[in-house]
């Protein structure tokens, strides 16, 4: 590994997601909240775009500068997308 990946790795957050009783949601490595309403919530982590639908969902505590958001409602969805061909799995499995 190089030094510029080294660097890379220590600046990049990882991406953690607690979940509790479908309703008490915590995640780590968040670059940006692109969009929340009641029943959807649009991300940016380090490991690609996010989508968490459900009902009265709110977004209870926003820290950005260490990328951590806080979500509570009734959550139904937690979608994660790719722009790659082939989706989020198909890199894994390479």
């Known amino acids: 590994m190089n ?4 660097v890379t790795k220590i600046n990049q957050k990882s991406h953690t997601l607690s979940l509790c009783d479908r309703s008490d949601m915590q995640i780590g490595g968040v670059n940006d ?6 029943d959807s919530i649009h991300l940016k982590t380090t490991m690609g775009a996010m989508t968490v639908k459900g009902n009265n969902l709110s ?4 820290d ?3 990328g951590n958001v806080s979500v ?3 959550i139904d969805l937690i979608q ?3 722009k790659e061909k082939g989706g989020f799995f198909a890199g894994l499995l390479k």
């Open 3 to 6: 030094e510029k990946t080294n």
């Open 33 to 38: 909240v692109s969009e929340f309403s009641e």
């Open 59 to 62: 977004v209870s505590k926003l």
């Open 64 to 66: 950005m500068e260490n």
């Open 72 to 74: 509570s409602g009734s």
């Open 80 to 82: 994660y997308h790719s």
